[in-house]
């Protein structure tokens, strides 16, 4: 069975920074994509980055040139640095692996905090 483990949420202050790490108990390589996604209270999950197995990244526009996704193959590991922090940008953050068409395994999540 497949384990995502997120560390390194926390409660920063609105401009501040923080960097999350997932944990994969696999090779991330044997995915198609990782990715980040959100969900705030009362409001849908979001995705709001992802790397695929080519490297290729996306973001969400309202993170866009303010969060950066990157990987370590070597440590099994994701990474997003979240700068700029934004009240906003308060949630809890999911890591997530991707199979061939579906996000098929999902972290216990991490909460992020920013306060105004």
């Known amino acids: 069975q497949v384990r995502l483990v997120e560390s390194g949420g926390g409660l920063v202050q609105a401009g501040g920074s923080l960097r999350l790490s997932c944990a994969c108990s696999?090779?991330?390589?044997?995915?198609?994509?990782m990715g980040w996604n959100r969900q705030a209270p009362g409001k849908q999950r979001e995705l709001v980055a992802s790397?695929?197995?080519?490297?290729?990244?996306e973001y969400a526009d309202s993170v866009k040139g303010r969060f950066t996704i990157s990987r370590d193959i070597a440590q099994n590991t994701v990474y997003l640095q979240m700068n700029s922090l934004k009240p906003e940008d308060t949630a809890v953050y999911y890591c997530?692996?991707?199979?061939?068409?579906?996000?098929?395994?999902w972290g216990q999540g991490t909460q992020v905090t920013v306060s105004s």
């Open positions: 790397i695929t197995r080519g490297g290729n990244t």
């Open positions: 696999e090779s991330i390589f044997g995915f198609s994509a």
């Open positions: 997530a692996a991707k199979g061939f068409l579906s996000w098929d395994y």
